[in-house]
Antibody, heavy 122, light 107 residues
Framework: QVQLQESGPGLVKPSETLSLTCTVS????????WSWIRQPPGKGLEWVGY???????TYNPSLMSRVSISTDTSRSQLSLRLNSVTAADTAVYYC????????????????WGQGTMVTVSS | DIQMTQSPSSLSASVGDRVTITCRAS??????LNWYQQKPGKAPNLLIY???SLQSGVPSRFSGSGSGTDFTLTISSLQPEDFAIYYC?????????FGQGTELELK
């Protein structure tokens, strides 16, 4: 059974760096792509970026200058760093597995972590 | 970016009702459209991918249709566990974007 578990500080000060980790069990990094998706309180979902099965990254242009996604395959962990945070970055952050769906020619987020709430406040 | 617009934003219905939620893309996305269900305090759950393919384990009362810019999610007979928020998401190209959500409430 595939499981994703996010972890990291629940409170970050403005202008500092948000750092989160997603620990993956039951799946190989090389068979999927791995995304971060966030959801401000009471609002909708925003795709942050992904790390592909070959280790390349693609980010949402709205965050590109501040975001970095990486992996430590030895620990089966995906990481997110978001610099220079403001209150607008307050959200639940989810890691999600992206699967290329054979026959459909497209992809979807088929497994999600439970999410971790990050508040940006002094 | 491709904008995704859902309607209605909220919907009141009763157990046993048939309901339809609409998602419109700002440009053609072929059938690169997914639907998710989110319950309070939980992560979204994939229901439909590629506009009309049912994800494994999802009840058959859920169905999807559409192509190009207009898509629908239909629940044929609402069950108590179906009251939740539903999101569409395109996977045509990055940045992937989601609709604003449709809250399905018990009448």
């Amino acid at each position: 059974q595939v499981q994703l578990q996010e972890s990291g500080p629940g409170l970050v000060k403005p202008s500092e760096t948000l750092s989160l980790t997603c620990t993956v069990s039951g799946a190989s990094f090389s068979d999927y792509f791995w995304s971060w998706i966030r959801q401000p309180p009471g609002k909708g979902l925003e795709w942050v970026g992904y790390l592909s099965s070959i280790g390349s990254t693609t980010y949402n242009p709205s965050l590109m200058s501040r975001v970095s996604i990486s992996t430590d395959t030895s620990r089966s962990q995906l990481s997110l760093r978001l610099n220079s945070v403001t209150a607008a970055d307050t959200a639940v952050y989810y890691c999600a597995r992206g699967a290329w769906l054979v026959g459909a020619g497209t992809s979807a987020f088929d497994v999600w972590g439970q999410g971790t709430m990050v508040t940006v406040s002094s | 970016d491709i904008q995704m617009t859902q309607s209605p934003s909220s919907l009141s219905a009763s157990v046993g009702d048939r309901v339809t939620i609409t998602c419109r893309a700002s440009q053609s996305i072929s059938t690169y459209l997914n639907w998710y269900q989110q319950k309070p305090g939980k992560a979204p759950n994939l229901l439909i991918y590629a506009a009309s393919s049912l994800q494994s384990g999802v009840p058959s009362r859920f169905s999807g249709s559409g192509s190009g810019t207009d898509f629908t999610l239909t629940i044929s007979s609402l069950q108590p566990e179906d009251f939740a928020i539903y999101y569409c998401q395109h996977s045509a190209r990055t940045p992937y974007t989601f609709g604003q959500g449709t809250e399905l409430e018990l009448k």
